[in-house]
């Protein structure tokens, strides 16, 4: 299965506190997206990083990718209790639009 | 821009039944995708439409089937309802190929 694993798959953090993320995938890809879900509520796109780049940010997140250990990074900072969600990477199968998911990370930030 | 959105938003069946699901893309966007939702398995896709034509299929049985229309509106179907159906069905649209998906709020399959 190409399907990608989160790492932690908790994390329990106070608010203020950095939190990072990892995701590793098994084949090569064309990019690589970050989600984040509440609740069993809809995916909410955070970022998309492509092959050919190494960091992006948006705001408090930052994302890294390194395609030769195929693992993916996602650090937000500062977090808030508003955080508190499932954080999930998908990447493509190098066709079309299927996006294969990993397991997710639930964090929770403490007020 | 209006999001995608997906209706019904809850659904109850029972074994043996049959189901609809309806999904609107993000205006403009021609790519529309489907993904199932359980505790068990994840998020898995299903299937993907590109203007009215199936350009990629998961892994699942020949019960589940969609279609995408010229507005680019698409409908997922599931036939002889299996209590191991409940899930969570997401759709997502895009504009383009291995580009941003943006995903619905989903619907809530129970199957009793």
């Known amino acids: 299965s190409q399907q990608g694993e989160e790492d932690p798959q908790a994390l329990s953090i106070q608010e203020g506190e950095n939190a990072t993320m990892n995701c590793s995938y098994k084949t090569s890809i064309n990019n690589l997206q970050w989600y984040r879900q509440n609740s069993g509520r809809g995916l909410v796109h955070l970022i998309l990083?492509?092959?050919?780049?190494r960091e992006k940010h948006s705001g408090r997140l930052r994302v890294t990718l390194d395609t030769s250990k195929k693992s993916s990074s996602l650090l937000i900072t500062a977090s808030r209790a508003a955080d508190t969600a499932s954080y999930f990477c998908a990447t493509d199968a190098g066709t079309g639009n299927q996006f294969y998911f990993g397991t997710g990370t639930s964090l929770t930030v403490i007020p | 821009k209006a999001g995608v959105t997906q209706t019904p938003r809850y659904l109850i069946k029972t074994r043996g039944q049959q189901v609809t699901l309806s999904c609107s893309p993000i205006s403009g966007h021609r790519s529309v995708s489907w993904y199932q939702q359980t505790p068990g398995q994840g998020l898995q896709f299903l299937f993907e439409y590109f203007s009215e034509t199936q350009r990629n299929k998961g892994n699942f049985p020949g019960r589940f089937s969609g279609r995408q229309f010229s507005n680019s509106r698409s409908e997922m179907n599931v036939s002889t309802l299996e209590l191991g159906d409940s899930a969570l069905y997401l759709c997502?649209?895009?504009?383009?190929?291995?580009?941003?998906?943006?995903f619905g709020p989903g619907t809530r399959l129970t199957v009793l």
């Open positions: 997502a649209s895009s504009s383009g190929i291995s580009d941003t998906q943006y």
């Open positions: 990083i492509r092959s050919n780049e």
